[in-house]
């Protein structure tokens, strides 16, 4: 009987390995991507993936409107012949200025808060970074919902979650095997 116990814990552990190396080896290629890109999120800043801000003088002077900072930003996209449609708007008092970001691509636009000058234009790096990271920039160059994001994720961490726990019990069960046998 404690035979014919341990010959069933040994097709099951055949089975999971083999599960396990099937499922593994073609995420490996999204493991990739997922871990290079979480180590360049984490760097962004030390690594320059994200323009710096730059500062301006600070003062109790008055700020541009926002619709202003949006209409600087506009300009100097369609200046540089990109689509002027914006995002948002990062403000940051303590330096004076505001990040200007746009929808179809991945340019800031760094405007002084108080005179309307523009500082800087840069790429975002980190920003496409993250769109990859999170499997969100097949939405970005088709359909804009979030449809590849959401698919990507939840197989990616469905498949993750998985060969956590068919890793643990390839680990695991070979010991209570041994342990069975009475080795």
């Given at each position: 009987m404690a035979e014919q116990h341990v010959q069933s814990k040994v097709i099951a552990l055949r089975g999971f390995r083999r599960i396990h190396k099937l499922l593994g080896v073609p995420l490996i290629i999204f493991f990739l991507v997922?871990?290079?890109?979480?180590?360049?999120?984490a760097w962004k800043k030390k690594v320059e993936l994200l323009p710096p801000t730059l500062s301006t003088r600070v003062e109790n002077g008055?700020?541009?409107?926002?619709?202003?900072?949006?209409?600087?930003?506009?300009?100097?996209?369609?200046?540089?012949g990109r689509n002027p449609e914006v995002d948002r708007i990062d403000i940051r008092p303590d330096k004076g200025t505001a990040k200007v970001t746009f929808k179809t691509h991945f340019t800031e636009v760094q405007v002084?808060?108080?005179?309307?000058?523009?500082?800087?234009?840069?790429?975002?790096?980190?920003?496409?970074?993250?769109?990859?990271h999170d499997g969100s920039i097949i939405d970005?160059?088709?359909?804009?919902d979030e449809g590849a994001k959401l698919t990507?994720?939840?197989?990616?961490?469905?498949?993750?979650?998985?060969?956590?726990?068919?890793?643990?019990?390839?680990?695991?069960y070979p010991k209570v095997v041994r342990k069975l046998k009475g080795k």
């Open positions: 997922i871990g290079i890109t979480s180590i360049l999120l008055t700020w541009i409107l926002p619709s202003e900072m949006v209409k600087i930003g506009e300009e100097e996209m369609k200046r540089l002084d808060g108080f005179s309307g000058e523009v500082l800087s234009v840069d790429t975002r790096h980190s920003d496409w970074i993250e769109k990859v970005f160059y088709t359909t804009g990507y994720s939840t197989l990616i961490s469905i498949g993750l979650i998985f060969l956590a726990i068919s890793g643990f019990y390839l680990w695991y």
